[in-house]
Nanobody
Framework: QVQLVESGGGLVQAGGSLRLSCAAS????????MAWFRQPPGKERDFVAA????????TYAISVKGRFTISKDNAKNTVYLQMNSLKPEDTAVYYC????????????????WGQGTQVSVSS
């Protein structure tokens, strides 16, 4: 079992930045592919970004590429999502997920999920 706890969400104006954190506990964190998904109100949960076990490979949704950066610190069992140039359409609940071995862009590729953190971007 892996337990995931997200933090760092909040309300920010368009053009601003936020950094989300996801702290993991349980099984060896470094063995997993880690990812961020988001779910806007009334919509499905969509892929945002993923990172492999070593941190050497990342992948992003087209909508966030160039604005968001995923990273991980295996020593701290934490994965991060740095979000810059935020837009109102980035408003959603953001979820951290653990799985693998592939950097999947679908929810089915991940076995463990956090409870989510709300990100709201005002125009």
């Amino acid at each position: 079992q892996v337990q995931l706890v997200e933090s760092g969400g909040g309300l920010v104006q368009a053009g601003g930045s936020l950094r989300l954190s996801c702290a993991a506990s349980g099984r060896t964190f470094s063995n997993y592919v880690m990812a961020w998904f988001r779910q806007p109100p009334g919509k499905e949960r969509d892929f945002v970004a993923a990172i492999n076990w070593s941190g050497s490979t990342t992948t992003y949704a087209i909508s966030v590429k160039g604005r968001f950066t995923i990273s991980k610190d295996n020593a701290k069992n934490t994965v991060y999502l740095q979000m810059n140039s935020l837009k109102p359409e980035d408003t959603a609940v953001y979820y951290c997920a653990a799985g693998g071995p592939l950097l999947a862009a679908t929810t089915g590729g991940y076995d463990y999920w956090g409870q989510g953190t709300q990100v709201s971007v005002s125009s």
